[in-house]
């Protein structure tokens, strides 16, 4: 049931984004819409949010790279990363699992969000509170949700160890099990 309702979101997200990449597109002249599709550094990508196209474009390209790494579902990723963290812990359990599945896979989404970031911005900048921008917030509140997500058990296995990450998830207690949304 939440795997269905999370995909359909993920569409309408989807749609929603392409519409309004493909509204700004139209509204503007022939040379500003001819934009490099080339993969370019973050760097690259954030100097060149000159205009609305080019900001809609790098979150549409930062949305297609959070759903090739996270999915629909940042309550299933979150999840498939915790499952990962707990296989790499030996079988003594008197030493910590790899935690760098979990730091690692932070790393990439807080990757993500420094290119969605400005590009929302500079959308608010362009348009104010408008469909595109909400389409740029949603993709950055899906970014941070998985986030606190895996900073959850991350703090939890740092401060407790195995012992309270274990407790957390038999009570449900942990942010991605209660569905908690950032």
């Known amino acids: 049931m939440c795997i269905n309702k999370c995909d359909k979101e993920a ?16 509204e503007c002249d ?3 819409s001819e934009l490099d599709t080339d993969e370019s550094s973050d760097n690259d990508e954030i100097d060149t949010l000159s205009d609305l ?16 790494l996270i999915g629909a579902d940042p309550c299933e ?10 296989k790499s812990i030996p079988d003594d359990c008197k030493t910590k699992g790899d935690v760098s599945i979990i730091a690692n896979s932070v790393a990439k989404i807080e990757k ?21 921008w909400h389409a740029a917030d949603s993709v950055s509140r ?30 449900g207690e942990l942010m991605y099990q209660k569905g908690i949304r950032v």
């Open 11 to 26: 569409e309408a997200l989807s749609k929603e984004i392409s519409r309004a990449v493909k509204k700004a597109l139209h």
């Open 30 to 32: 022939d040379n500003e």
């Open 53 to 68: 196209p080019s900001c809609l474009l790098a979150t549409k390209n930062a949305k297609d790279d959070m759903l090739k």
């Open 77 to 86: 990723f979150a999840k498939d990363e915790l499952s990962k963290y707990v």
């Open 112 to 132: 993500l969000l420094k290119r969605v970031i400005p590009a929302q911005d500079e959308i608010l900048n362009f348009c104010g509170i408008s469909p595109e």
């Open 142 to 171: 899906f970014l941070r949700t998985t986030v606190a997500y895996l900073e959850d058990i991350q703090i939890l296995e740092m401060s407790g160890g195995v012992a309270e990450l274990t407790t957390a998830h038999l009570l």
